[in-house]
């Protein structure tokens, strides 16, 4: 189990950690992108980023109809959430949410899996491009492998005291 590491409330990253950050966030690709129902409730999906701009702008392909482009019409706040356990990797993310038409944008990003949702390639009449504008947000990156995660919270049940962590937790503001 992962717990919080050391967090300094008082520190926003780096501009390089922030630059790392964008980096891993796209490497790990997948995202739960959480947005607001017809009904006001909270509705999660996954979803894969196309590209994360240092800027904290987020690229993904939609559908120019359907619950996506939907939500976002009604309620232009999204929150995107990322796990990469193998990287040890948490982040929380909040913004906003813009549904586009841009084909120079969407060229730009295509790729031969997007093709399996849109076969007419980034020319397809049914594909939008979602920016997502983060505003604010949250990571843990546990620092330490899974190996000394494990030994470190084993030596803690065995000595019954709390496990310590490595790694960091910042919150900050794009």
């Known amino acids: 189990?992962?717990?919080?590491?050391?967090?300094?409330?008082?520190?926003?990253?780096?501009?390089?950690?922030?630059?790392?950050?964008?980096?891993?966030?796209?490497?790990?690709?997948?995202?739960?992108?959480?947005?607001?129902?017809?009904?006001?409730?909270?509705?999660?999906?996954?979803?894969?980023?196309?590209?994360?701009?240092?800027?904290?702008?987020?690229?993904?392909?939609?559908?120019?109809?359907?619950?996506?482009?939907?939500?976002?019409?009604?309620?232009?706040?999204?929150?995107?959430?990322?796990?990469?356990?193998?990287?040890n990797l948490f982040v929380a993310l909040r913004g906003t949410g813009q549904v586009l038409k841009d084909r120079a944008k969407a060229r730009s990003l295509w790729n031969a899996l997007a093709g399996a949702w849109f076969p007419h390639g980034p020319d397809d009449p049914r594909l939008a491009l979602l920016r997502v504008d983060v505003e604010r947000g949250e990571y843990w990156d546990a620092g330490a492998s899974r190996l000394i995660q494990f030994f470190s919270i084993a030596r803690a049940a065995l000595t019954h005291t709390s496990p310590r962590h490595p790694g960091n937790h910042r919150e900050f503001r794009a």
Do not use: C, K, N
């Open 1 to 87: 189990m992962f717990a919080s590491p050391h967090r300094d409330p008082t520190r926003e990253p780096t501009d390089r950690e922030r630059a790392e950050l964008w980096r891993r966030v796209e490497q790990a690709r997948s995202a739960m992108l959480t947005t607001h129902d017809g009904d006001g409730r909270r509705a999660a999906r996954p979803i894969t980023t196309q590209q994360a701009e240092t800027s904290g702008v987020l690229w993904f392909f939609i559908p120019m109809e359907g619950d996506i482009a939907e939500d976002l019409a009604r309620d232009p706040r999204v929150a995107l959430t990322y796990v990469d356990l193998s990287e």
